[in-house]
């Protein structure tokens, strides 16, 4: 990551938590969708080059949701987007499809297959050749702790047992050094209460690489819920970022350099759910997301 942050001034999505956001390496922007203020989720998609914002106009586009999946796959050249929640008369239905962006336009890939299936808040990331998914969660009711590759037509399983315990809204990122997927935290199930509870903080972290999972040892964050991660390329390390150690949201960054942990905070205004993605040369964008107090 970066030395130094700046607050980008003029025209910006309007303000929102829970969207997608994830860079796109062939057009080299950053592509954010969707997202929840108030009782609205969204169905927008926003551009923004380093300077400035601009909202798009696809021909087609998702469904509006919040807490979808979505990162850039290098193979396929196309921003990938999976699941999230999708507004109904109730709280909202978890979903199923994929989809792409080409830049100018939104592809339905995939819709109810024997894919990942039906959850909201799962995390995705860009690997070296593809994309992968981990996680996420339906209701308080099942949480789900595998993993999935996408090849632009299928979705496969990435991993193997014996593997973390389900969570939604879980911290992830690529680690390039070691081709691994790093995972912290997230919100697990809340034993004996309803299908609308929010679920159990967890303040455990993982590694996958080559579909074996390791869990992380070692002293570091408190249990942070609704945190983002990113790879930080010069100190070889992961870093989790913001999020709420309840009942506070924090701008802690709390670095994994695959040994020990490391704190420090952001110089951004605290917050959870926030939209976080990085390029490839190490500059993260942080949108949005949500400073009320709570758990």
């Not at 040892?217 to 709420?244: K, L």
């Not at 952001?266 to 107090?293: I, L, T």
Request: net charge negative; with cysteine; hydrophobic share 40%.
């Amino acid at each position: 990551m970066g030395v130094s942050w700046r607050q980008v001034d003029g025209p910006h999505p309007s303000p929102r938590y829970a969207a997608s956001l994830a860079f796109d390496a062939a057009r080299r922007v950053f592509v954010l969708f969707g997202g929840q203020s108030g009782s609205v989720s969204y169905d927008e998609t926003w551009v923004f080059d380093g300077a400035s914002w601009k909202k798009m106009s696809p021909g087609h586009r998702p469904p509006p949701r919040r807490g979808a999946a979505m990162a850039y796959d290098p193979q396929l050249k196309v921003v990938v987007l999976y699941g999230g929640l999708v507004p109904d008369r109730a709280e909202g239905t978890e979903a199923s499809d994929t989809w792409t962006w080409d830049g100018l336009d939104w592809t339905e890939a995939s819709a109810d297959n024997d894919g990942p299936g039906h959850r909201n808040d799962p995390g995705m990331v860009t690997t070296g050749d593809g994309v992968i998914l981990f996680g996420g969660h339906m209701g308080n009711v099942m949480y789900f702790g595998d993993a999935w590759t996408w090849d632009g037509r299928n979705w496969s399983r990435a991993d193997r047992p014996p593997r973390p315990s389900g969570r939604g809204e879980p911290a992830v990122a690529w680690d390039p050094d070691e081709s691994s997927l790093f995972v912290y935290g997230g919100l697990g199930v809340r034993a004996g209460a309803g299908p609308g509870n929010r679920g159990v903080p967890l303040g455990d972290a993982w590694s996958m690489k080559d579909g074996a999972w390791t869990q992380l040892q070692g002293a570091g964050p408190p249990t942070t819920t609704d945190a983002n991660a990113v790879w930080d390329a010069s100190a070889r390390s992961a870093v989790v970022m913001f999020g709420i150690v309840c009942p506070n949201p924090v701008a802690d960054a709390w670095a994994w350099n695959g040994a020990v942990w490391k704190r420090s905070t952001v110089p951004v205004p605290a917050r959870w759910r926030a939209a976080v993605a990085e390029d490839p040369a190490g500059r993260a964008v942080v949108f949005g997301g949500s400073d009320e107090v709570g758990c």
